[in-house]
């Protein structure tokens, strides 16, 4: 049992450049989430989604884009890097009920030069 | 909206001392509350939760009681280990009729030395 797969586990970008962060569930999960991890600011929440089709915004959206054309993946796109973007990025899922726990990815270690 | 507040960190002990990490929460409904450990390198794993006022949860040794008149859910171990080393973020989730996204604290980094 996979859980939550988060590729690639380190990247190193050039300001300006793209890419995208992959996440892939096996847990048939609804609903997904993108948070960035910063030193003393916790977890932010940057998107997340309820089902395929579905995603909205969360707390610090700006720079980044998401889709979610199945319930097993939901990526990741930051469309032209910044140096502020340098962070650790974790996926979530969980069911879509209130007393069940998120399930996190092993993240993956961003950094903008 | 929600919030969940945690203490500060670092918290350091010594190996077989007795933990107390410190969160309270404000919510509008009734939340689920929930521990979670991060050890370096790692994501976020659940550690225990509650569900409902006066519940505790445990697991590995570490406690939590869910304590409505206080909006607490202080996280406890009686003898920590040096791999308990790591950091550890309360987190809440509305009950019925609210939001099922999660509300984190900021996370409590423990170091325990031998």
């Known amino acids: 049992n996979a859980g939550v797969t988060q590729t690639p586990k380190f990247q190193v970008l050039k300001t300006g450049q793209s890419m995208t962060l992959q996440c892939a569930q096996d847990m048939n999960h609804e609903y997904m989430s993108w948070y960035r991890q910063d030193p003393g600011m916790g977890l932010r929440l940057i998107h997340y989604?309820?089902?395929?089709?579905?995603?909205d915004q969360g707390e610090v959206p700006n720079g980044y884009n998401v889709s979610r054309s199945t319930t097993e993946d939901f990526p990741l796109r930051l469309l032209s890097a910044a140096p502020s973007q340098t962070s650790v990025y974790f996926c979530?899922?969980?069911?879509?009920?209130?007393?069940?726990?998120?399930?996190f990815g092993d993240g993956t270690r961003l950094s903008i030069l | 909206g929600n919030s969940v507040t945690q203490m500060e960190g670092p918290v350091t002990l010594s190996e077989e001392a007795f933990l107390t990490i410190n969160c309270t929460y404000t919510a509008t409904g009734y939340p689920s509350l929930f521990w979670y450990v991060q050890y370096p390198g790692e994501g976020l794993q659940l550690l225990l939760k509650?569900?409902?006022?006066?519940d505790k949860g445990s697991n590995k040794g570490f406690e939590a009681t869910y304590r409505k008149e206080t909006t607490s859910f202080h996280l406890e171990k009686g003898s920590v280990q040096v791999s308990d080393s790591a950091v550890y973020f309360c987190?809440?989730?509305?009950?019925?009729?609210?939001?099922?996204?999660?509300?984190f604290g900021r996370g409590t980094s423990l170091i325990v030395h031998p």
């Open positions: 509650a569900t409902k006022a006066d």
């Open positions: 989604s309820v089902g395929a089709g579905i995603t």
């Open positions: 987190a809440l989730s509305e009950g019925s009729g609210g939001s099922y996204i999660p509300t």
């Open positions: 979530a899922s969980s069911a879509r009920l209130s007393n069940q726990p998120q399930h």
